[in-house]
């Protein structure tokens, strides 16, 4: 609304710019001669008024009725029935107007006397007046439109932006939301499993939970967090975790000491990580799971290793809801700007993924 109002502003300031200058002409050529000749200022006046009243019924009425409603052939029969008849009319009444304004009479100015002023002009022939009229109008009529469509363009262009940046909120807010629910299941079942089994480590995994629930809830909504909360988030989860599986399922960190209060989009790393637990870790055989975070040259490097078993190897396919989010989400936010490479190996699977810090 702000934007639409400014550029009606800046439009307007344009048309009442280039019509003062072009009533003020005859003024300043006029001002040539010993003093201002007021009869031919005048009637240079009434010669451009025609073209005033076309450009204002252009403006106002015929492009934002007609040309924007997309009724183009309507826009074009009218601006040419409106341009003849006023042309018409001002060849009609041109003489007769002038003749008036030449009449001999007297016209103080700043102290001055001015008397009968000789005849402006030689009559030009009445259809030479019309045709002349009919091209200028035509001009003038088409110089507006193109103003008009002009600021026009840069309105609907300004609106495109405005729509694709509330479907982009919109979307990674679909996407982000969708990752929690699928994380707090998991999570609860890992609590579950773990009231059975030792109490007070329950009660200690609610704890690290609510916590976590406060980083989804609060830090999550503002489109982005500091690197430095989003790296507690994955510690208090990795932490998790650790109370659920035994002593034959390692997990190695690397964070960064220093993370410059950088600003990332929240939750981007969860679904992989979730992942790697998901189909990464046996209950039977050793399992391990890699995870590093470096920052280089402006960009975060997000290493994830996880080991795979063979009969893990279907389900740890490239794929699934959680990395297909992923991806869709890093399109949106870094358009060509991310690097996400998946090597799926025999016994491990791993993904590193680059992204810029800003």
Same mark, same amino acid.
């Given at each position: 609304?702000?934007?639409? +109002?400014?550029?009606?502003? *800046?439009?307007?300031?344009?048309?009442?710019?280039?019509?003062?200058?072009?009533? !003020?002409?005859? @003024?300043?050529?006029?001002?040539?001669?010993?003093?201002?000749?007021?009869?031919?200022?005048?009637?240079?006046? %009434?010669?451009?008024? &025609?073209? /005033?009243?076309?450009? !204002?019924?252009?403006?106002? #009425?015929?492009?934002?009725?007609?040309?924007?409603?997309?009724?183009?052939?309507?826009?074009?029969?009218?601006?040419?029935?409106? *341009?003849?008849?006023?042309?018409?009319?001002?060849? =009609?009444?041109?003489?007769?107007?002038?003749?008036?304004?030449?009449?001999?009479?007297?016209?103080? +100015?700043?102290?001055?006397?001015?008397?009968? &002023?000789? =005849?402006?002009?030689?009559?030009?022939?009445?259809?030479? @007046?019309?045709?002349?009229?009919?091209?200028?109008?035509?001009?003038?009529?088409?110089?507006?439109?193109?103003?008009?469509?002009?600021?026009?363009?840069?309105?609907?262009?300004?609106?495109?932006?405005?729509?694709?940046?509330?479907?982009?909120?919109?979307?990674?807010? $679909?996407?982000?939301?969708?990752?929690?629910?699928?994380?707090?299941?998991?999570?609860?079942?890992?609590?579950?499993? /773990?009231?059975?089994?030792?109490?007070?480590?329950?009660?200690?995994? *609610?704890?690290?939970?609510?916590?976590?629930?406060?980083?989804?809830?609060?830090?999550?909504?503002?489109?982005?967090?500091?690197?430095?909360?989003?790296?507690?988030?994955?510690?208090?989860?990795?932490?998790?975790?650790?109370?659920?599986?035994?002593?034959? @399922?390692?997990?190695?960190?690397?964070?960064?000491?220093?993370?410059?209060?950088?600003?990332?989009? &929240?939750? #981007?790393?969860?679904?992989? %990580?979730?992942?790697?637990?998901?189909?990464?870790?046996?209950?039977?055989?050793?399992?391990?799971?890699?995870?590093?975070?470096?920052?280089?040259?402006?960009? #975060?490097? +997000? *290493?994830?290793?996880?080991?795979?078993?063979?009969?893990?190897?279907?389900?740890?396919?490239?794929?699934?809801?959680?990395?297909?989010? /992923?991806?869709?989400?890093?399109?949106?936010?870094?358009?060509?700007? $991310?690097? /996400?490479?998946?090597?799926?190996?025999?016994?491990?699977?791993? @993904?590193?993924?680059?992204?810029?810090?800003?």
């Amino acid at each position: 609304m702000k934007h639409n +109002f400014n550029s009606k502003l *800046v439009e307007n300031i344009i048309y009442s710019l280039i019509w003062m200058l072009i009533f !003020l002409m005859p @003024v300043f050529f006029s001002g040539f001669e010993y003093k201002t000749n007021w009869n031919r200022v005048f009637s240079e006046w %009434i010669r451009f008024m &025609p073209f /005033l009243i076309i450009f !204002l019924i252009n403006n106002r #009425l015929l492009v934002p009725k007609l040309l924007f409603q997309k009724r183009y052939q309507n826009y074009l029969i009218a601006t040419i029935i409106t *341009v003849v008849i006023i042309s018409l009319l001002a060849s =009609s009444y041109s003489r007769l107007l002038i003749d008036i304004i030449n009449r001999p009479m007297k016209l103080e +100015f700043r102290g001055f006397e001015q008397g009968p &002023p000789p =005849s402006l002009r030689i009559p030009q022939p009445w259809h030479i @007046v019309l045709m002349n009229n009919i091209i200028i109008s035509f001009l003038i009529a088409g110089f507006n439109t193109a103003i008009k469509l002009s600021f026009q363009w840069a309105k609907d262009q300004q609106d495109i932006r405005e729509l694709e940046k509330e479907h982009l909120q919109t979307e990674l807010s $679909f996407l982000k939301h969708q990752i929690s629910p699928h994380f707090f299941m998991n999570t609860l079942n890992n609590i579950h499993a /773990l009231i059975d089994i030792e109490k007070e480590k329950a009660k200690d995994a *609610v704890i690290r939970l609510s916590k976590m629930m406060r980083h989804l809830l609060y830090d999550s909504d503002l489109g982005k967090t500091s690197l430095e909360k989003e790296i507690e988030f994955i510690k208090s989860y990795l932490d998790l975790m650790k109370l659920r599986y035994s002593n034959h @399922v390692r997990i190695y960190t690397s964070f960064p000491e220093n993370t410059n209060d950088y600003k990332i989009p &929240p939750l #981007l790393f969860t679904s992989l %990580i979730e992942n790697a637990f998901k189909h990464g870790v046996s209950y039977r055989n050793d399992s391990f799971i890699e995870l590093s975070i470096k920052l280089e040259n402006n960009q #975060l490097n +997000f *290493v994830l290793i996880n080991s795979k078993h063979k009969k893990m190897e279907i389900k740890n396919e490239p794929g699934g809801i959680g990395l297909f989010n /992923l991806k869709k989400r890093l399109n949106l936010l870094y358009p060509g700007e $991310f690097e /996400l490479k998946i090597d799926d190996k025999s016994d491990e699977f791993c @993904v590193n993924l680059v992204i810029p810090l800003i």
